[in-house]
DNA sequence: CTCAATCCATACGCATGCGTATTGACAGCA
DNA sequence: TGCTGTCAATACGCATGCGTATGGATTGAG
């Protein structure tokens, strides 16, 4: 575990993968090209096609990092929460918080095109939905509703992501920012 | 306007547009070629620069003509409805069922990246959360309540079509479809 | 010190897709 | 009938970006 990366001349291939997720980030996985990351680097495709196979089997293999190193913090952690309720709140509030790591999210939402993304955020989507609709359903809420209501609050989720990092809608100042997060959790968390 | 352009020899600027429109629904602003849309057309590219001066002339021209002929019918045909909450559930439910017309709206979910579509888009958001807006405000919120509930609601939607229609979550079944919609409208339209 | 494995540079081939140049076909009109 | 304007076909140039081929440099093991 090499810290950020410091100037050896050598590179691995998670150097290269961890470079392609900060780019995706940037500027989408449209503008995922070989040179580009390269020149970034500091290296040639020369390198790139000793470590890779193709360009897919970069951002196959990034996304799958991407994946991996995702979400499973931020669940484990509100999944320590014992209230229902008070899970679900919170989980909002945090995710509110973490910008940052929703810019790779908001990217593949702009490449669903792309043959390797869209499995990739079924899988993603659909993990999250059902955890989602089982803290729903801890709060009361039958089956149906909760399914309905998990579904409800994703779409919010991904079309907030969509407005504000995809498009620049009328950015909101923080206060704004905080009231509307305010508003969501008093909209979608029941009582 | 001639329907659905019959095959006579010579075509039309606007024929190029309504091509262009129809396949960017189905594969997305990226697919957009020349020699892609003239084959369709069963003519050459020789053709498409006699009637525009570039691809992105085309562009630039048929998103101006979906913006001109989008939303106008449906916003014009709610705001007859008088009472307020009446309005905003019979908002959800019509659009609800036009799926049809939310394909390119969604093909351009995944072109945020494009110069020529982000401002669209932003202009296009801003007028349908203005709508929202104005409508929760007449329901008797609060200005600030009424500004939050819209970007709700709109971000609800914008997630929405992201997850069916570009992504392929797990279809819903006609009546789980109908019953999520009227959870969103419970959810979300006040009283 | 030598050798082999690892990592990288350089130079190329090739496909795609935009845009241009030139010529051709066909209409209506004088 | 000939002319002109409109629409289209063909052939080309050019840029980008992927992937390959081949050789050079560096490192560690023996």
Redesign the interface.
Known sequence: MTATRPDRARLTAADWEHAALELIAE??V?ALAVETLARRLGVTKGSFYWHFRSREALLSTALERWEDEGERVLLAQVDTIPQPRERLCELFRRVAREVQPHRIYAAL?????HPLV?PL??KV??RR?DFLAHAYRQTGMDR??AQ??A??A???????L??NL?????RLSHEEYE??VE??IA??VPD
């Open positions: 500027q989408g449209g939402l702009k490449a669903l095109d869209i955020m079924q989507t659909q939905m149906a509703a309905h209501r579904r409800l994703y779409a919010a989720y991904v079309g907030f969509q407005m995809n498009l620049s809608v009328p009231a509307y508003h969501v909209a979608l």
